[in-house]
């Protein structure tokens, strides 16, 4: 798998997970899923957007490899 294809792997299953929270906070309104939220999904854009930054920067830096390589 390369780099650039486990970015759209994550990205992937970043909204999938979203999707699924939405559909479970419809029926899960109490404190533990406040709670959950709050220490989970609320601080994953931020991360995943970290991650995928970082993603794109070793694609870069193995490219520049394979390139200094051939």
């Not at 109490?30 to 959950?36: H, L, M």
């Not at 709050?38 to 390139?67: F, G, H, K, V, W």
Request: charged fraction near 35%; glycine fraction near 2%.
């Amino acid at each position: 798998m390369s780099v650039k294809s486990s970015r759209g792997v994550l990205l992937k299953a970043v909204r999938d997970l979203q999707v699924n929270w939405q559909q479970a906070r419809a029926h899960w309104r109490d404190d533990k899923a406040r709670e959950f939220e709050d220490r989970y999904m609320a601080p994953l854009p931020d991360a995943i957007n970290s991650a995928s930054s970082i993603i794109e920067e070793i694609d870069q830096i193995l490219t520049r490899i394979r390139r200094d390589c051939e």
